[in-house]
């Protein structure tokens, strides 16, 4: 099953109907272009997951897509569903409402959806960029919610009150949340040290002097108190740099992207290691838009899985609608990022004619990732170590676009 290294925070869920501003508001917390924004409705789909931390509090932010009651469309079923499975896994809820449009028998019903909920709820009254629209926002007290706030994610106009109120509604600190927060203090407190040149060395032994066995054994064990994280100068240091080893270890995970034309299995392949339905299949092609990252624990370690949208040709994605340019860039982007790209391919049309003639994409950092068809045999164990500063290509043969599929991992 999977799990995210954000266990043990706290989860903050933005709900609300389609367009909204719900993705515009998780990328002004997290601080990044993280989620696509578009003004259309039914832009997001999956959830996105997102770290962010304000007033010394970490939590976990989740964009979801468009609270809706009726809707027949089968995407969309299964993105209520997405969206369903955030309001229980939340800890606060933000309940988003646009000051623009007013209040909406839609924003009725996603209230009436919300008020069964057990975590407490925040509502965010986006949109109110100027004084008028502040009054404009009056009337969305009426769905009698105390906690009701009116900002502008564009310009992040009131999101620091906002954002204190979240905090304040989080749920008390845990013990591995404190024990993370004390291993990061103590990390930057010898990182100061350091710097500063504070630090005295010690002597952990001398050489070329008889000394008595007695005393050879007093040594020793003077040794092994230090090293065990002893009063001692020698164990305080021991202790430091574990700290420091681990709060770093706390942030660096291997990352392992899933690319691939449309409609190949790529978030079949990710339920299927993953265990549960994190990702949104569909046998219609772009049904994934954002590139989804999830966290999955390996042995002692852990890695993040990442989903991308299908890439194609150039031109047809250059003559295509706005959102797939976003996912194309967004899964360019998952690419540079990754420790190793995972290059799936359909079973049953095999290799298609940009893969046979060799494909080289440019990542944003400015490396490549090349996968030429003399490393894509048509065999399920097939691998080319790439150029350096390029991530690991590995190919992954599904039995169908949107099915169970099954792979193996090439030998290295």
């Known amino acids: ?24 508001i998780f990328n002004r917390f997290v601080g990044k272009r993280q989620a696509i ?8 789909r999956d959830r996105m997951y997102g770290d962010m931390e304000w007033n010394g509090r970490r939590f976990v932010l989740i964009d979801t897509g468009g609270l809706e009651v009726d809707t027949d469309d089968p995407i969309e079923i299964r993105v209520q569903e997405q969206a369903r499975l955030a309001i229980r896994e939340a800890d606060v809820i933000l309940f988003v409402v646009d000051a623009v449009t007013g209040l909406t028998p839609a924003d009725q019903e996603a209230a009436e959806l919300l008020r069964s909920a057990k975590a407490p709820i925040i509502v965010a009254v986006n949109k109110v960029d100027n004084t008028q629209r502040e009054a404009d926002a009056a009337e969305f007290w009426s769905m009698g919610w105390e906690e009701t706030y009116s900002i502008s994610a564009s310009h992040g106009r009131g999101t620091g009150d ?13 013990e591995a949340e404190l024990a993370r927060k004390k291993r990061e203090d103590e990390a930057d407190e010898w990182a100061r040290e ?19 066995p007695s005393e050879e054994e007093e040594a020793e064990q003077a040794e092994l ?30 990352a ?68 797939e340019k976003y996912s194309t860039l967004r899964a360019l982007k998952a690419i540079a990022r990754a420790d190793v790209a995972v290059l799936v391919i359909d079973a ?21 990732t090349r996968c030429r068809s003399s490393s894509l045999r048509r065999s399920s164990r097939s691998a080319r170590r790439p150029a350096s500063g390029s991530a690991r290509c590995w190919s992954w043969r599904s039995t169908s676009g949107a099915g169970d599929a099954s792979g193996s991992r090439p030998a290295s």
């Open 37 to 44: 924004v578009e003004d259309r409705a039914r832009t997001t």
């Open 162 to 174: 906002l954002l204190d109120a979240i905090v304040w509604a989080l749920p008390p600190e845990t």
């Open 194 to 212: 350091v710097d500063a040149g504070r630090l005295e060395p010690y002597v952990v032994g001398d050489i070329g002097n008889a000394v008595d």
């Open 225 to 254: 108190d230090r090293f065990e994280g002893g009063q001692a100068a020698g164990g305080e240091i021991e202790a430091r740099w574990d700290a420091a080893i681990e709060a770093e270890s706390d942030d660096v995970q291997a």
């Open 348 to 368: 049953v049309e095999g290799l298609t004619a940009p893969r046979r003639t060799g494909r080289s994409t440019s990542t944003p950092n400015g490396s490549a």
């Open 1 to 24: 099953m999977a799990s995210r290294t954000r266990a043990a925070l706290p989860v903050v869920a933005v709900v609300g109907r389609p367009n909204v501003g719900k993705s515009t």
């Open 256 to 323: 392992v992207a899933f690319v691939g034309r449309p409609n190949v299995g790529k978030s079949s392949l990710l339920n299927s290691l993953l265990g549960e339905d994190r990702a949104i299949v569909s046998d219609v092609p772009g049904t994934t838009r954002d590139a989804v990252d999830t966290t999955l624990e390996w042995g002692r370690s852990e890695i993040v899985l990442i989903d991308t949208a299908g890439i194609r040709r150039r031109g047809k994605v250059a003559n295509g609608p706005a959102a």
